[in-house]
């Protein structure tokens, strides 16, 4: 294999040659006037309307509420048993009508298996970062998230979002993360458009998002 | 069938066909103009987005021209990082680099998500040789490997089939890959696609191995990024114990912060949404959460040839975002099959050539294969400049032996010519265009413009200047006749 590495790289160097010698990759001069971000509203109210354009379920609640919010919404969806995070903060299922399954922690003892995570009728996590101009939630297997495999297989995903986990735009949402961390960024639920272009809410991952927006 | 497009027929014939065909004609219409809505008004919420595409630009030149040293930088990242590189100089090489990890696995199948290099180098055919099936995962994808049928779009592969027919395909075929379609499917997209879900999950879920391509990969920090909508991604680069993620080296952007860029010039480009549904973003293994044993392939193929070409170069920029298909006359008429490769539209016409060489009667057409309206230009995020290569190739196509330019050429003018409302569209884009015309042609017409200059491409097409003379004419108490039937002519062009 060292063959073909050498070969590229040489390759590569070869079809260069009119690239100066001196020239430094900092050289090649890169306009950022773009903006950081859009100022297109204040960013609790555009996150709101953009994941309702993704047909996400919202709901802004005060912070103190988000265990009757956690009840409610899934006393609406009929759940009887949830998996969550190890450490997903005991007060978001105080008064839940739901078992909670648990996760174990990342790293500490064998993790709930893909045929458990297939069996509950949905998962509760917190996140990383929200951004409001495209209304994505960013998971990064941090505090309260827990495995990617979580937040995949269950079809119904109730995720927790604090007001300051939220950002306006990519840029700022881009400076917060951590690139060490496994990422899935999330922009309303699984969609295809593959069939005629219709949309259909599906085929794989949970086809029903709702998020809870703590202030 | 093979779905490496070896053998295909060149682009006028291919096209001559598909122009014949009227349900294509149909859905590729309605599909690129519905794209090409979506994106328009995406696009014009971002008051910055002229910044953004001049930015997306010189990232990418300053990676293509520092490309040795970015790559070196993201082996070493993604190595400390727990994952293991392997460099591929074609494709015989990557195919067999994929089949003996696979083979070490000891699994004899693998999970597939959209992945345009691995289609490019024919990785499920080695892998089939070597008795490993590759499941396709991604519902369009899905459609087209059950049909043994070849993508028409980037974007939405299965664009070219209607719901009857994803019927027919999934009741005939899907026993023979796994979990048969249930007994009375109806062509309902929804009843279709979670036909779809029930069948593949079962592969997600006892999957060892997945077999992904990456849209981004980034040189400062080792990681890799995929952008997809249905989830089937996220299955494929979480669940399985193996992934092996093929990757061109054009692929490379510098840095984490220059994500910011591309997050939001791709989305917006390709789907014409503010943001894809789902993107996974990981740097080599996490203990704990994913794959463990994960490998990346660095794919050349023809690339570094590419890479060469001063002129060229610039389609490595491309982040296959399709805008150029969905806003391209020539492409809207003719469908993918026409363009003999995985890289179907304006994009395609640029890259195959570059890629394979023009040889081939296929190649030696593609640069043909274009009005030069410059539309492909004007949408594309990172401001590849697609008229200048393909006025570039076609002179590298005269060059070569015999006169594979004429016949390339006077093929695809028949296309053109043989069709009025093509004609009419050419004219005009002519017109448009006139002003880039140079006072010179380039090679084996360049004796003819040594002694005199080109003449002038008038301003518009003599139809347009009729229809305008005669609704003047009507307009001046004229025969009201001629009005209404210009008016008639005028309202379906
Ligand atoms: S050439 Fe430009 S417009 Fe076409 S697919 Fe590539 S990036 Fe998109």
Known sequence: ?215 | MSSTFIGMPSFPAAARQAVQDAQLRHNLRKATHTIRGKRGEVVGELDDWAELRDAGRAIKDRTLRHLDRYLEQLEEQATGAGATVHWAADAEEANAIVTRLVRATGEREVVKVKSMATQEIGLNEALAQAGITAYETDLAELIVQLSDDFPSHILVPAIHRNRAEIREIFARRMAEWGVPAPDGLGDDPRELAEAARVHLREKFLTAKVAVSGANFAVAETGSLVVLESEGNGRMCLTLPETLISVVGIEKLVPTWADLEVFMQLLPRSSTGERMNPYSSVWTGATPGDGPQDVHLVLLDNGRTDTLADRVGRQALRCIRCSACLNICPVYERSGGHSYGSVYPGPIGAVLTPQLRGVQGSMEASLPYASSLCGACYEVCPVAIDIPEILVHLRERVASGPGHAAERAAMAAAETVLGDHRLLHMAQRAASAARGAVPRRLPGPGAGWTDTRDIPDIPPRPFRDWWREHEKERARGGGSGDAGGRTEHEGGDR
Not at chain 1, 34 to 44: E, F, K, M, S, T
């Open chain 1, 1 to 215: 294999m060292t063959g073909s590495r050498e070969k590229v790289l040489a390759r590569v160097r070869a079809a260069l040659s009119d690239v100066p010698r001196g020239e430094a990759a900092e050289d090649v001069a890169v306009p950022r006037g773009y903006r950081r971000a859009h100022g297109q509203g204040p960013a609790l109210d555009l996150l709101v309307d953009r994941l309702e354009d993704y047909r996400a379920l919202v709901r802004r609640v005060p912070a103190s509420g988000v265990g009757e919010a956690v009840a409610e919404a899934l006393r609406r969806r009929g759940a009887v048993r949830v998996a969550a995070p190890a450490d997903a903060p005991q007060e978001w299922f105080a008064s839940c009508p739901a078992e909670v399954v648990r996760d174990a922690p990342l790293g500490g003892g064998p993790p709930l298996g893909v045929a458990e995570l297939d069996a509950v009728d949905g998962v509760v996590t917190g996140c990383s970062v929200a951004v409001a101009e495209t209304g994505t939630i960013v998971l990064d297997t941090g505090e309260h998230q827990g495995r990617r495999a979580l937040t995949l297989v269950p079809d119904y995903h109730l995720c927790v979002v604090r007001a300051r986990q939220v950002v306006d735009s990519v840029p700022e949402a881009v400076a917060r993360l951590s690139p060490s961390l496994p990422q899935t960024w999330i922009s309303g639920p699984s969609a295809t458009s593959d069939i005629e272009l219709q949309r259909v809410e599906g085929v794989h991952g949970p086809r029903t998002l709702e998020v809870l927006i703590a202030e």
